[in-house]
């Protein structure tokens, strides 16, 4: 499955199908084209309109191309709040996420072992958010929260919402917003390592007399650090660059912007492009430090 | 984690799945409110909703530029990924780190940026933004995720298989057509649907491209500022239901095949 994209795929290690030929060119060409020209490309020219400077008593969103580092010094001044924003919310959800989907992978890749129609069962359901519109799950939720809703009520029954104030728009409903979206994102990498892990290992740990907090602590957990990883990767990366959960008519306000958020705006709205691309040339540089040192902790030279 | 308890996480794990399935089970049940133009407050059961979905008649055309789109950019990035997968796995090349690169950075740049950068590009290169444009930024975002299910399958085969098609004189299209592409075929229709399920649900780098046309979750995103029409969740459910009695089936078919495997 594409989940375990981050993780190193076992591949059957056998040199002799490896050849050089013609037909490798044939195959690769077209795709390799398609990347360069619609993925390489607009990440240059985001690096150029991010530099661009507005032409002088031009129209309004009329730019030409110059070396406008300023442009940097002017989106980190002024959406600094939702750039460090965004990474918070999206650690946030990715850890909430790891505390729900983890145990659920170990549920699901272990205990179901011995029901494997049962197991399957769960992993329908945790893949069964994919099947129904990201946009109306999140508007589910608004609608749950919602000030005359249960949730709500109960809230303010014991006593955390005070007269007049709501769930939504509120830092803890992006979040929790966010980490519901990406759970399934945690929970399958996680899962497709668990599922293949050779329960002798930890029988092992046991008979050496490790408690089973130490066993899952040394054996378990290690093994799992892959798809840890993977899963981790798959929900900050979306959660940060995000802005539907964060948006004023799902659940978030004004005050919860994103990165994402102000991009739309700069992009769409108020067509001030090259704040909108510096301000993506940021989020892409501080995920691509990211990566890296995800990478070369875990000492994933497969990438794929 | 077994010192938590025998139970603890069954009970734990349970709770989780009930958690994933709310919004689910709120958005069905909504397909059935009796509402008008804002389904937020339950005004009793209805079957108009389903039965006649295209009276909301913008939410029937979104529905329809989405399937386009999906299908146009699934078979796009079905095909130009399932030729990169196979020549990733079965040849040598030069360059074979940077393409490996290029195909993993797409999965690690987020939706926003990869968006944002489409749309600077047609900008720049003055191409109109429309359903065109739209269909090349699924494929481009569907294209790795194609390359990374279909690889995964190629790298399982066996290759015995195709020597044994050698050596019974097959030409090398023939082992192709009659052996390779026939076993990689569950991978590719794995991939397939992937990209389509991605492709329908996508907004982000969507609303970058679209333009002035409409797809459904751009519909949504428009139409959750002033209510959302039942019509919206009678096609999300409708959607929902046939994927998920797809994947019940071909699941419990897989797990039933192991099995009988097993007890062999």
């Known amino acids: 499955m594409a989940f375990s994209a981050f993780t190193p795929t076992e591949q059957k290690a056998d040199a002799s199908i490896q050849k050089r030929s013609p037909v490798a060119l044939l195959l690769l060409l077209p795709g390799v084209i398609f990347l360069v020209l619609f993925f390489v490309t607009p990440l240059l020219s985001l690096l150029l309109t991010s530099l661009q400077e507005p032409v002088p008593g031009g129209f309004f969103g009329e730019y030409r191309q110059a070396l406008r580092w300023e442009n940097y010094v002017f989106v980190l001044e002024t959406y600094g709040t939702q750039t460090l924003r965004s990474f918070g919310y999206a650690a946030l959800a990715s850890l909430f996420a790891l505390l729900i989907g983890f145990p659920l992978a170990y549920f699901i890749g272990i205990t179901l072992r011995r029901f494997p129609l049962l197991q399957a069962l769960c992993l329908v359901l945790v893949i069964a958010p994919f099947f129904i519109s990201f946009l109306l799950r999140t508007l589910a939720w608004k609608q749950i929260f919602a000030i005359e809703g249960p949730v709500a009520g109960f809230f303010s029954m014991i006593g955390i919402l005070g007269p007049g104030q709501s769930i939504t728009g509120t830092a803890f409903s992006v979040v929790f917003g966010l980490t519901y979206n990406f759970i399934p994102f945690m929970t399958l990498p996680i899962y497709a390592t668990l599922e293949r892990l050779d329960l002798r290992l930890v029988e092992a740990g046991g008979d050496l007399y490790a408690s089973p907090a130490t066993t899952f602590r040394t054996v378990t957990l290690p093994l799992a650090a892959p798809g840890v990883i993977s899963g981790t990767l798959l929900t900050f990366i979306p959660a940060s660059g995000d802005y539907i959960n964060a948006s004023r008519d799902f659940l978030g306000s004004t005050e919860t912007a994103m990165i994402g958020t102000v991009i739309e705006a700069n992009f769409l709205v108020l067509q001030n492009y090259p704040a909108a691309a510096a301000l993506s040339i940021v989020l892409m540089a501080v995920i691509l430090v990211l990566v890296g040192i995800y990478v070369k902790r875990s000492g994933t030279e497969d990438l794929l | ?249 071909s699941q419990f078919t897989a797990a039933a095949r192991r099995r009988r495997l097993a007890k062999l």
């Open chain 2, 1 to 249: 984690m077994r010192g938590f308890g025998k139970y603890t996480i069954w009970v734990y794990s349970g709770m989780a799945l009930v958690f994933l399935m709310i919004p689910i089970v709120y958005t069905i049940i909504f397909s059935f409110n009796d509402a008008r133009r804002t389904n937020i407050i339950w005004r009793g059961f209805t079957l108009d909703n389903w039965l006649n979905v295209c009276a909301a008649q913008d939410v029937c055309r979104a529905f329809g530029n989405s399937i386009l789109i999906a299908v146009v950019a699934t078979f796009i990035a079905t095909v130009l990924g399932t030729m990169i997968a196979i020549a990733l796995v079965r040849y040598r090349f030069r360059f074979r780190n940077t393409t490996t690169l290029l195909i993993f950075l797409p999965l690690t740049t987020p939706e926003v940026v990869l968006g944002a950068g489409l749309a600077a590009q047609f900008l720049q290169a003055g191409v109109p933004k429309g359903l065109g444009t739209v269909i090349i930024a699924h494929a481009l975002f569907c294209i790795s995720f194609v390359i990374v299910t279909v690889r995964a399958r190629v790298a399982s085969l066996d290759p015995a298989l195709e020597e044994a098609g050698r050596d019974l004189y097959g030409s090398p299209q023939q082992v192709f057509w009659r052996i390779t592409f026939p076993l990689l075929l569950p991978g590719i229709i794995a991939a397939a649907l992937l990209s389509f399920a991605l492709s329908f649900d996508d907004f982000i780098i969507t609303n970058f491209n679209r333009g002035a046309e409409v797809t459904f979750p751009s519909f949504v995103y428009t139409a959750a500022a002033r209510g959302i029409p039942p019509e919206a969740n009678v096609i999300a459910s409708a959607v929902f239901l046939l994927a998920i009695l797809f994947v019940l089936v």
